[in-house]
Antibody, heavy 118, light 109 residues
Framework: EVQLVESGGGLVQPGGSLRLSCAGS????????MNWVRQAPGKGLEWVSV???????YYADPVKGRFTISRDDAKDTMYLQMDSLRAEDTAVYYCVGDPGIRNGMDVWGQGTTVTVSS | ENVLTQSPGTLSLSPGERATLSCRASQGVGATNLAWYQQKPGQAPRLLIYGIFNRGAGIPDRFSASGSGADFTLTISRLEPEDSAVYYCQQFGSSPPDTFGQGTTLEIK
């Protein structure tokens, strides 16, 4: 069974940094477009960022310039470096795989919680 | 950015009834670039529908979807108690951002 497991969440002060990781199983990440999607407490889903299998990256406007997505296919792992964190970045962050056709994201991790608070 | 508006916000129906959920885009969506997800409390979302009308792996045929242009519909026939969830649509443009709708909460009475 294809699995994605996120790690790296936690409590951080405003202005701080965190690095999230998303580990795949059995070459889950290779050849996929890999996304981060977040969900603030009691709110809906918000697309954050994507990295294509070829390495091209895109970001949502609220995180542009502060977050950096990357991938290491040899380690079957994706990352999200989050800098200059704000209270509004508080959310559950999901790692999500897209087979690359861009018409539906079919593999979701269970999420890791990021809390930005002093 | 293509804004998706889902309606109704909340839907309360009985087992066996049919649910119709709407997703309207502020700009036209590409030919196959819309998906639907189901999220139950405390769980990660699950892909229900991809490419506007294709069911995801293991999704029962009670779930169907249609639409084109800027108007899309998810239909759940013969509702069961386990269908209680929040349902989101998502569009994929020629390039990201790949926006979600705000969600429709389906309650099974």
């Amino acid at each position: 069974e294809v699995q994605l497991v996120e790690s790296g969440g936690g409590l951080v002060q405003p202005g701080g940094s965190l690095r999230l990781s998303c580990a795949g199983s059995a070459s889950t990440i290779r050849d996929k477009y890999m996304n981060w999607v977040r969900q603030a407490p009691g709110k809906g889903l918000e697309w954050v960022s994507v990295i294509y299998s070829g390495g091209q990256t895109y970001y949502a406007d609220p995180v542009k310039g502060r977050f950096t997505i990357s991938r290491d296919d040899a380690k079957d792992t994706m990352y999200l470096q989050m800098d200059s964190l704000r209270a509004e970045d508080t959310a559950v962050y999901y790692c999500v795989g897209d087979p690359g056709i861009r018409n539906g994201m079919d593999v979701w991790g269970q999420g890791t919680t990021v809390t930005v608070s002093s | 950015e293509n804004v998706l508006t889902q309606s109704p916000g909340t839907l309360s129906l009985s087992p066996g009834e049919r649910a119709t959920l709407s997703c309207r885009a502020s700009q036209g969506v590409g030919a196959t670039n819309l998906a639907w997800y189901q999220q139950k409390p405390g769980q990660a979302p699950r892909l229900l529908i991809y490419g506007i009308f294709n069911r995801g792996a293991g999704i029962p045929d009670r779930f169907s979807a249609s639409g084109s242009g800027a108007d899309f519909t998810l239909t759940i026939s013969r509702l069961e108690p386990e269908d209680s969830a929040v349902y989101y649509c998502q569009q994929f443009g020629s390039s990201p951002p790949d926006t979600f709708g705000q969600g429709t909460t389906l309650e099974i009475k």
